[in-house]
């Protein structure tokens, strides 16, 4: 099946620096692609819409200013959260759809797991 | 709007006991209906799906049928194995944007 790959699976950062996750679909092009944050003990809460060439989507209460997105070619977008702070610690995960004869699915990537210090 | 309800764990089993795990929606339209698993350290990957009333999705044992009239996409397998310890995910789709709609998801423990 199709691939979504998602570097780096973890990282820690001191607050107040920036980190950028890159989402890459391997063997599909993908006009667009969902950012996703889990809770712990929650679901997954849709962040924003990445549509290559143009700017994201974000979801009510999601600051732009802190979650950059950018999705710069058909197999790459990246999530940029800017001056983290301890409370954007969470897991984060992207995807991307790939229409087939079946219908559209869904493809995950492994998720980063950013924990800020 | 679009939403998924779902059974909150943790859920432990012991190996070979039936499992259920309850999931209802709620959808403006006809939505596709998804099963998630997602394994200790790793991503989601689809278990199963099922597109439009009624169909049954299956996969690896589990099961899960898409009921309309009770709004409800339960997951089932006869017999778990330590192997099937995982987080579970309910999720919804429109299919217009691709956006996914998910439970809490379900925390499970199968024990030897």
């Known amino acids: 099946g199709a691939v979504v790959s998602q570097h780096p699976s973890r990282v820690i950062c001191k607050s107040g620096t920036s980190v950028k996750i890159e989402c890459r679909s391997l063997?599909?092009?993908?006009?667009?692609m969902f950012w996703y944050r889990q809770f712990p003990k929650k679901s997954l809460m849709l962040m924003a819409t990445?549509?290559?060439?143009?700017?994201?989507?974000?979801e009510q209460g999601v600051e732009k200013d802190k979650f950059l997105i950018n999705h710069a070619s058909l197999t790459l977008s990246t999530l940029t959260v800017t001056s983290a702070h301890p409370e954007d610690s969470s897991f984060y995960i992207c995807?991307?759809?790939?229409?087939?004869?079946?219908?559209?699915?869904?493809?995950f990537g492994q998720g980063t797991r950013l924990t800020v210090v | 709007g679009n939403s998924v309800t779902q059974m909150e764990g943790p859920v432990t089993l012991s190996e070979e006991a039936f499992l259920t795990i309850n999931c209802t929606y709620t959808?403006?339209?006809?939505?596709?209906l998804f099963w998630y698993v997602q394994y200790p350290g790793e991503g989601l990957q689809l278990l199963l799906k099922?597109?439009?009333?009624?169909d049954k999705g299956s996969n690896k044992g589990f099961e899960a049928t898409y009921r309309k009239e009770t709004t409800s996409f339960h997951l089932e397998k006869g017999s778990v194995q330590v192997s099937d310890s995982a987080v579970y995910f309910c999720?919804?789709?429109?299919?217009?944007?691709?956006?996914?709609?998910f439970g809490t998801g379900t925390s499970l423990t199968v024990i030897p």
């Open positions: 990445s549509n290559e060439g143009s700017k994201a989507t974000y």
């Open positions: 999720a919804l789709s429109m299919n217009t944007g691709n956006q996914f709609y």
């Open positions: 063997d599909f092009q993908a006009t667009t």
């Open positions: 995807s991307a759809s790939l229409a087939g004869w079946e219908g559209t699915e869904a493809f």
């Open positions: 959808a403006t339209g006809y939505p596709s």
């Open positions: 099922a597109t439009k009333a009624d």
